[in-house]
């Protein structure tokens, strides 16, 4: 492998989007400027399909101020995508990677990300090209496997954690059942975040439903009919995956009894919509209502908010954002891997550190990593374990406080 690897250098953002995608972003551009073998530092409006195109900016061009400021905006700045491509789409990347001398691609993204660096990498391979490819992490589902956790994820979690602590403000003042719809197809990590706030089993949620366990609505109605019973009030935190024993989603389960259509809309990887569009949490308050009879129930779907909430950064997740697309550019430049993903390695000590290492692309593209068994309690409960776990990501939660409500004493008579 030739180690002094000269040409230009590309990035590209892909699938959803961050609150601190672009610390990763400006972290790969940061550290491209410091090595001469790099001729010039690109990026690839809209991923992939921008790529094919030849749709590229000069990031080496921006000044050092629009740079940190980009760093601390939400969201792809180079604009997402969500494609899989196939051998005829790499080979125009590798027609326009050759017209602009590019030598290294940088994909920042999640599993299905990983995989589309993969599929660059083989098809590149098979046709001559030279290149380095190397996927930067990002997801705030917390699902890549290999990688302790994910850059992303911390602030998604703060933000769940936080939407939480209110929303159980509110179901205090105003008792009723409360059922929020957290993002998590096939793993639980971020609606697990929904506990993190918790200073008691009185606070909420009182119930967390999460797609590595079996959903049972007859059971799930009976679990919210015991906590209102003993608090007066109940607040559910439930993935948008959940499913029955089959595998089948809950939704689509529930429209086929109701006689209703379930939209069947997927993109080129695969994935099908679950949520969205307030469909599962309607469903969700129809029965608690069809068996509590005329208590208050609401619901609400987080949706997008949780990606892409800037208020709610997490101190910890933005400096590893930032180093992950640092540290891909060194792993690619030292050429001691051709390709690969980098990962997250926590330390072992009493406080909280990570290191960062290169794990094969294979090891990351595609498959999803669930929340382990000792991180769940049961068929509606998260162990304290995985507070251990997640709390640092987050930067901490602040705990929210009661009045001690002291009586008041009755004044004395003609006192």
């Not at 551009?29 to 094919?52: N, P, S, W, Y």
């Not at 990688?147 to 994820?153: A, N, Q, S």
């Not at 593209?365 to 162990?383: C, L, N, Q, S």
Request: glycine residues 10%.
């Amino acid at each position: 492998m030739n180690e002094s690897l000269r040409g230009a250098a590309v990035i590209g953002q892909s699938g959803g989007p961050t609150v601190v995608i672009n610390q990763s972003l400006v972290g790969y551009v940061e550290a491209a400027l410091e090595h001469d073998c790099i001729t010039q530092v690109l990026g690839a409006r809209h991923g992939v399909a921008g790529l094919m195109k030849g749709d590229l900016v000069d990031l080496g061009r921006e000044s050092r101020a629009t740079l940190e400021r980009i760093a601390e905006v939400p969201a792809a700045a180079l604009g997402s995508v969500r494609m899989k491509p196939g051998a005829d789409d790499v080979a125009r990347m590798v027609e326009a990677m050759q017209r602009f001398d590019i030598r290294y691609f940088f994909y920042i993204g999640g599993n299905d990300t990983a995989e589309t660096a993969h599929i660059v990498e083989q098809h590149a391979a098979d046709l001559g090209y030279e290149l380095r490819c190397f996927h930067v992490p990002k997801t705030i589902d917390n699902d890549l496997r290999v990688t302790d956790h994910c850059p992303g994820y911390g602030s998604a979690a703060r933000f769940v954690a936080h939407a939480f602590q209110g929303d159980d403000r509110d179901n205090r003042s105003l008792p009723g059942v409360k059922i929020n719809v957290v993002m998590g197809r096939h793993a639980g990590w971020l609606t697990a975040a929904s506990t993190l706030g918790r200073r008691n089993q009185d606070d909420g949620p009182h119930l967390v439903y999460l797609p590595e366990q079996v959903f049972d609505p007859a059971a799930f109605v009976t679990q919210v009919e015991e906590v209102y019973r003993r608090l007066g009030r109940c607040i559910v935190a439930v993935s948008e995956g959940i499913h029955d024993a089959a595998g089948t989603p809950f939704l689509q389960v529930y429209a086929e009894q109701a006689g209703s259509a379930v939209a069947g809309q997927a993109d080129s990887h695969g994935n099908v919509q679950l949520s969205g569009t307030g469909a599962l949490g309607d469903a969700l308050a129809n029965l608690v209502k069809g068996h509590l009879g005329g208590i208050r129930v609401r619901a609400d779907t987080f949706g997008y908010l949780q990606r892409s909430f800037p208020a709610d950064a997490s101190p910890v997740d933005r400096e590893e954002a930032r180093r992950v697309g640092r540290d891909a550019v060194a792993a690619a430049v030292a050429g001691e891997h051709n390709s690969g993903s980098i990962a997250l390695v926590r330390r072992e000590s009493g406080v909280y550190q990570c290191d960062t290492f290169v794990t094969p692309l294979h090891t990351v593209a595609k498959h999803t990593k669930e929340m382990p068994a000792e991180f769940i309690a049961g068929a509606y409960a998260v162990d304290p374990a995985f507070r251990d776990y997640a709390l640092p990501l987050t930067g901490g939660i602040e705990p929210m406080t009661d009045f001690e409500f002291h009586a008041v004493s009755v004044a004395a008579e003609n006192a």
